[in-house]
T-cell receptor, first 113, second 116 residues
Framework: GQQLNQSPQSMFIQEGEDVSMNCTSS?????WLWYKQDPGEGPVLLIA?????ELTSNGRLTAQFGITRKDSFLNISASIPSDVGIYFC?????????????FGKGTKLSVIP | DTAVSQTPKYLVTQMGNDKSIKCEQN?????MYWYKQDSKKFLKIMFS???????INETVPNRFSPKSPDKAHLNLHINSLELGDSAVYFC???????????????FGEGSRLTVL
């Protein structure tokens, strides 16, 4: 099946710092999504991107759909302790059902107060 | 109101036992899923049902049997539990009809299964 390379695998940052993570694929996706999983909870959708080049914000989070359609980036500005968790990228090929969603392996974010 | 709820949240059992996890969604979605999250946090799809019909069945041992009595419920039964079955199992749902295929999944809180 398709694989997504998500990096970095983990990050330790100081509160107030900005964070960047990315996801790349060897194949083209028509939809990119970013989910966050809090400890002990299920993943929750943060941002969905549906068009190449699209830049979308959700509060302090900004995500971009790469022009090549093979990558996506998530930035978090001015991190706070509640940003701690695992961030997953996910991609959906053209014409696919949601059951064909491919997840990256996650970026574990730790924020030091 | 919880959108996707699964029970139990924790399950500790002995090897060889049979156990079930239940899932219900009140979002009116027509597609439901079971995902397994291992100790490295990798999310792997196991099954997907669309309107009570099985549409995806990844390489999962026959000991795992999903059942969907209606489109709001998807249960997972596991026979003859093994140590390697220890994981967190997530139920999820999505709307997958016509233009509503978005990849937007709504996950439950997870059921942590520990096999001793």
């Amino acid at each position: 099946g398709q694989q997504l390379n998500q990096s970095p695998q983990s990050m330790f940052i100081q509160e107030g710092e900005d964070v960047s993570m990315n996801c790349t694929s060897s194949s083209i996706f028509n939809t990119w999504l970013w989910y966050k999983q809090d400890p002990g909870e299920g993943p929750v959708l943060l941002i969905a991107l549906y068009k190449a080049g699209e830049l979308t914000s959700n509060g302090r989070l900004t995500a971009q759909f790469g022009i090549t359609r093979k990558d996506s980036f998530l930035n978090i500005s001015a991190s706070i302790p509640s940003d701690v968790g695992i961030y997953f990228c996910a991609g959906l090929p053209s014409g696919a059902g949601s059951y064909q969603l491919t997840f990256g392996k996650g970026t574990k974010l730790s924020v030091i107060p | 109101d919880t959108a996707v709820s699964q029970t139990p949240k924790y399950l500790v059992t002995q090897m060889g036992n049979d156990k079930s996890i239940k899932c219900e969604q009140n979002l009116g979605h027509d597609t439901m899923y079971w995902y397994k999250q291992d100790s490295k946090k990798f999310l792997k799809i196991m099954f997907s049902y669309n309107n009570k019909e099985l549409i995806i069945n990844e390489t999962v041992p026959n000991r795992f049997s999903p059942k969907s009595p209606d489109k709001a419920h998807l249960n997972l039964h596991i026979n003859s539990l093994e140590l390697g079955d220890s994981a967190v199992y997530f139920c999820a749902s999505s709307q997958d009809r016509g233009l509503a295929i978005t990849g937007e999944l709504f996950f439950g809180e997870g059921s942590r299964l520990t096999v001793l």
